[in-house]
């Protein structure tokens, strides 16, 4: 069985030794960059290998882009294949934040083209509280090769944006919280508010309130009242930096409701020319 959404705790469990199955653990805390690696080293998962959100997820911040660009297609799969990963493995990825990082790898495996990849519902907590293992020792890896397949229609840039803003065109989903796309509040940006046309739908609402996913059913209901007669393929993510905007695409894609694609650059790109509006307000 291939898993390319979510996976529950139990049905990773039995899988810790299985030398077709890869685990990334995903902690990242954005106003302390360094926290994800110490917890890692505190301990993780067996078997679990850390991937880092600024050096391992990202490429390099530049004058014109977002907080987190896209990394080098190239560069990522040669991280992925000295991981152990290429197209014969399942991988599981996790986090301490219900997703919220996770699902950026999920992301960028899917636009690699590697669809068996599934998000760890529950996060690292539900694992714990279940007293399932946890350990401090690295894992032995098998490198190998992993062999891109880029799908570059899964993403879209800040031209294409421009584009749905003047002809009123598609649907833009920005899954910060209300008080950030309100431009109440923003703790990481330099400018608040939200790209004009732009609905809020924040990615925690995906949620159950012990921190798994809504059901199938329950997600499907949620964005097709947002999407109201506009198909999936029409939708566009976005997210502060084009993180948590994949939990959107994930709970979308979880629903059936398959072809929305990511701003990558999000708003920490939109707001690097001073000539892009900045709507505030619900």
């Known amino acids: 069985m291939i898993y390319s959404t979510i ?10 030794n299985d030398p077709h199955w890869v685990i990334f653990d995903c902690r990242f805390t954005l106003t ?7 917890a890692y080293a505190l301990g993780h998962i067996p078997g679990a290998r850390y991937a880092d959100l600024n050096k391992d997820l990202a490429g390099p911040v530049t004058a014109t882009s977002g907080r987190h660009p896209l990394p080098a297609p190239k560069e990522l799969a040669e991280k992925l294949g000295r991981w152990g990963v290429d197209k014969t493995k399942q991988v599981v990825v996790y986090d301490a934040s219900f997703g919220a990082m996770a699902a950026r790898l999920w992301w960028l495996l899917h636009w690699l083209g590697h669809k068996s990849v599934a998000v760890l519902d529950g996060d690292l907590r539900r694992w714990e509280r279940e007293s399932r293992p946890i350990t401090s020792e690295l894992p032995d890896i098998v ?5 891109p397949t880029l799908h570059e229609d899964l993403w879209v840039d800040g031209g294409h944006i421009e584009r749905m803003v ?3 065109a598609g649907l833009l989903i920005d899954a910060r919280s209300e ?7 923003e703790p990481l940006d330099t400018a608040a508010g939200h790209v004009p046309g732009a609905i809020n ?3 925690e609402d995906n949620l159950e309130m012990d921190g798994t996913f809504l059901s199938r ?5 949620r964005y097709r009242a947002l999407l109201g007669e506009k198909h999936p393929r029409s939708v566009v993510h976005m997210c502060g930096s084009g993180v948590t905007a994949c939990h959107n695409l994930l709970a979308m894609e979880h629903a059936g409701l398959r072809g929305a694609r990511l701003y990558a650059g999000s708003w920490s790109e939109w707001i690097r020319d001073p000539n892009h509006p900045i709507a505030t307000g619900p």
């Open 217 to 221: 059913e329950a997600l499907g209901e």
């Open 201 to 203: 739908a924040p990615f």
């Open 143 to 147: 490198p190998t090769q992993f062999h």
């Open 32 to 38: 302390d960059p360094e926290a994800g690696q110490h």
């Open 179 to 185: 008080e950030r796309f309100n431009g109440e509040v």
């Open 7 to 16: 996976i529950t705790t139990p049905e990773l469990a039995p899988h810790l």
């Open 166 to 168: 003047i002809d009123n």
